[in-house]
């Protein structure tokens, strides 16, 4: 289901999901209300619903609660488990609205608060209402610790622990069998299995009452029939004889009244608590990544006022316009620009560049980086969850959220699996007693089926894999927007790299001005000559735009001490050029072709310099003529050649498509070993490029960092844009680097194909474990304990494997 533009998104936290036929159930809930589509998540315990503006958000909660789960509006950072928030005091609640562009693939957020946090001292008094709107707020990282909790699983575990070694051992060594043994287990096993698996009684309960079957129901109808099987072969069969013994197998025992399963009822339980309390651990450490992230945010800033007075106050008291001192050692804590002082800036924990960045007044930065050498003032110009530290937490978490098209087979199958476990395991029972075994061998048979079935794994396979790779990702500086990325990504055959910015470094240098009838140097510019004017005139056009050459047109005028004009009714033409009435004459700058669509004629000698250049070219012209040709060039990254060498071996067939000049294209082409270059195309003709390669049968990765790049990344079947880039590039892409080095274009892809494999071999584990585990339990070769066991290892096991990725 596509979102529409005027639908509303919200999270909720999910309490009670065990498996992803708890998953399926809940999305089915909720989807059953009109204009209602739902994305369940098991690792994180959330869901994010989207929903028509005339369903209200209490009647969603109210869905998810008559689905037999608990559920409130989230209120926790991304990255946090739902228990993790009990005690924290009430923070933002994020509603976001769809864009109205739909090749934007970023949602537009309005931020809705329940109450304020660290309101200003002006406002302390004030009463707020309920879901007043807000101004963005700073995340939830901002609040005091929660107080430490104590975990009831664990303590469950460990009780049931010490109660159920004993009797196992007793079970499993007939000569520790003293008389009365089996009173001792019955009494040392009913804490176990009546207490310590209390959550999945009580949630197989629940689940049953309202018409749901899931694997707490496996557990609880397993262990139960284990334990009512003893509790009568105690005391209406002979197995409560003073002096009885009995052996114990791996496969299936018994003889009528004459055995006890305690240890299995009692092993089951246990072993269940142990692959649930490492679940919950390795899901945590799954998310450590993202929770390291949003930790770095500074709780404190230190605000400046009109008079250069300082005062410590909370970060959420600062917001945008406002200016905020940071010391050295000390974080940044929103984004902003310097207004005082310089320093070098460690980005790493964004960027994974280790090197210190130089800043100085003008110069942009972002919060939670660390000021490295100097103190400086920063004029706050996003603060709270408009920073790009929350932006980045936003996205990684909307990527955990989705699934990839094998865990949407998954939860198909999931949504019947339980039933029809529940079937075989009394088909088992049935050809068991029709093939003349006891009554005893059909019912261990039978519980083994029931309790070695595991549609957890199922549940666990993709999101626990993209929780841990996305997490892996933003500390490398990479961002996943979604499982379904992954799944693009291994599709991958062509790739389509822009030029400027992303192979080379971006920051352009002007080379060279040359008026039309004559040829005198940039150095040589005489300050009141004819290149001089030109130059003037282009950087006038220019200062309205954000694109490199542009900023580099700009700074080159002014070194050169180019006259400063003023420009009024300005307009950008995306990757053509910009026009504007400069000096009370039209004029206008970009490409030679563009201007000449103008009626602006290209001089035969400035046509020559154009033919002989292999740099960027910007021609100014007014009253129907160019009258300057500008050079403008960057240098090729360091890193790029090898980079495009990685893209080569891991099957791509990289291509460059840009705007500028054939003869510049090809010289980047040269020098990072590229055959392959369209040149001088504007942002329809990249696009057109895109939809003719996908029409030719290929898959098209697309990367940029420009807003001429922005159609042709929404286009590609994989977006990459680079870090540098701006705003649109970032919202059209399906992966984003915060590093702007090329060698990310291949990492990103590396990460992105190692946890598509992950998951992949995740669903193999949990498909395979489930079709040869099933029949060998149904053919009597496992123990109830031990299939008990093998069950909780498979959810392990799928957890376990997932973070191999943080090595990634």
Same mark, same amino acid.
């Given at each position: ?16 999901? &065990? ?21 369940? *998540? ?32 989230? &209120?926790? /950072? ?45 406002? +302390? ?52 069998? @003293? ?24 949630? /197989?309960?629940? *689940? ?28 209406? !069969?002979?197995? !409560? ?8 197998? @791996? ?10 399963? @305690? ?33 770095? +945010? ?7 006022? %009109? ?64 000021? %490295? ?12 969850? %408009? ?11 909307? /990527? ?93 055959? &062509? ?21 039309? *009838? ?42 050169? #001490? ?17 026009? !504007? ?12 072709? @563009?201007?000449?669509?103008? #009626? ?38 360091? !890193? ?87 705003? +649109? ?27 598509? +494999? ?11 474990? *489930? ?38």
């Amino acid at each position: 289901m596509t979102p529409q533009h005027d639908e509303l998104t919200v999270d909720l936290d999910i309490e009670g999901m &065990t498996c992803a036929s708890c998953v399926s159930r809940v999305e089915r809930r909720l989807e059953r209300i009109d204009g209602v589509h739902a994305q369940v *998540n098991l690792a994180t315990e959330r869901a994010r619903v989207s929903y028509a503006p005339g369903v209200e958000v209490a009647e969603l909660v109210e869905a998810v609660r008559s689905a037999g789960y608990a559920a409130s509006v989230s &209120t926790r /950072a991304a990255g946090e488990s739902a228990t993790a928030v009990a005690s924290r005091t009430p923070v933002p609640v994020t509603i976001t609205a769809r864009p109205l562009d739909l090749t934007a693939r970023t949602p537009v957020p309005v931020t809705i608060t329940a109450r304020p946090v660290d309101p200003a001292p002006d406002q +302390a008094s004030a009463p707020q209402p309920a879901l007043a709107p807000q101004p963005p707020v700073a995340p939830p990282t901002d609040l005091p610790e929660p107080a430490p909790r104590r975990d009831p699983l664990r303590l469950r575990l460990l009780v049931s622990a010490v109660l159920t070694v004993p009797v196992v051992v007793l079970a499993m060594a007939p000569a520790l069998q @003293f008389p009365g043994w089996q009173w001792v287990s019955l009494v040392l096993a009913t804490p176990v299995v009546l207490w310590g698996g209390w959550p999945f009684h009580r949630a /197989a309960a629940v *689940n049953l009452r309202h018409g749901g079957l899931t694997m707490d129901t496996l557990v609880s109808l397993g262990t139960l029939t284990a334990f009512a099987w003893s509790v009568w072969a105690l005391w209406f !069969g002979h197995a !409560g004889e003073l002096g009885m013994t009995h052996g114990w197998s @791996f496969g299936v025992r018994g003889t009528p009244g004459g055995d006890v399963y @305690f240890e299995v009822a009692a092993g089951v339980v246990t072993v269940l608590l142990l692959g649930r309390v490492i679940e919950a651990r390795s899901k945590r450490r799954a998310g450590a990544s993202l929770r390291t992230l949003l930790d770095l +945010a500074p709780r404190e800033v230190t605000l400046v006022d %009109d008079t250069g007075r300082e005062t410590r106050s909370a970060a959420g008291a600062l917001r945008a316009g406002g200016r905020f001192a940071v010391r050295p050692g000390e974080r940044i804590a929103a984004d902003g620009v310097v207004v005082e002082g310089e320093a070098g800036v460690d980005q790493s924990m964004l960027t994974g560049e280790p090197a210190p960045v130089d800043v100085a007044p003008g110069s942009a930065v972002t919060a939670a980086t660390i000021v %490295d050498g100097g103190r400086l003032v920063v004029r706050a110009t996003r603060v709270g969850a %408009d920073t790009r530290l929350a932006q980045i937490a936003r996205l990684v978490e909307d /990527a955990q959220l989705g699934a990839t098209r094998a865990q949407r087979l998954a939860d198909r199958v999931a949504a019947v699996f339980v039933p029809i476990v529940i079937a075989i395991a009394l088909g088992t029972a049935a050809v068991w007693l029709l093939t003349g075994s006891p009554l005893e061998q059909a019912v261990t048979a039978a519980v083994s089926v029931l309790v070695i079935a595991c549609p957890c794994a199922l549940g666990l396979a993709t999101p626990v894999a993209v929780l841990v790779g996305t997490g892996r990702g933003a500390e490398r500086g990479i961002l996943i927007t979604g499982p379904e990325v992954l799944d693009r990504t291994a599709d991958v055959d &062509t790739i389509l790299l822009d030029k400027t910015g992303t192979l080379t470094t971006g920051r352009m240098r002007l080379l060279r001005v040359t008026p039309a *009838n004559g040829a005198d140097g940039l150095a040589g510019v005489d300050r009141e000559g004819a290149g001089a004017r030109a130059l003037g005139v282009v950087a006038a056009l220019e200062r309205g735009s954000e694109h490199p050459i542009a900023r580099a047109v700009v700074a080159g005028a002014e070194a050169a #001490g180019a006259p400063r004009l003023d420009v009024t009714g300005f307009r950008a033409h995306s990757g053509l050029g910009v026009t !504007g009435r400069v000096d009370g004459f039209d004029a206008a700058a970009g490409r030679p072709t @563009f201007l000449a669509g103008l #009626g602006h004629g290209l001089p035969d000698d400035l046509a020559a310099v154009a033919a002989a250049s292999d740099a960027s070219l910007v021609a100014v012209g007014w009253d129907g003529e160019v009258r300057a040709l500008l050079e403008v060039g960057d240098d090729v990254r360091d !890193g790029a050649r090898e980079a495009v060498a990685r893209l080569r071996a891991q099957g791509l067939r990289p291509a460059i498509a840009t705007g500028d000049a054939p003869r510049a294209a090809q010289r980047v082409a040269r020098a990072v070993g590229i055959d392959e270059v369209h040149a001088a195309l504007a942002p329809e003709e990249k696009l057109a490029l895109v939809r003719r390669l996908q029409g030719e049968g290929r898959s098209v990765a697309m990367a940029g960092d420009g807003v001429n790049d922005a159609a042709a990344l929404a286009a590609a079947d994989l977006g990459i844009a680079m870090g540098g880039g701006t705003d +649109a590039a970032a919202s059209a892409s399906d992966l984003a680097l915060l590093r702007d080095d090329p060698a990310g274009i291949p990492d990103a892809i590396d990460l992105a194909r190692a946890t598509r +494999a992950t998951i992949r071999g995740n669903l193999f584990w949990a498909f395979a474990y *489930n079709v040869a585990a099933i029949p060998l339990a149904a053919a009597g070769f496992l123990n109830p304990m031990i299939a008990g066991a093998a069950m909780a290892f498979s959810s392990v096991f799928v957890v376990l494997n997932s973070l191999r990725l943080r090595s990634a």
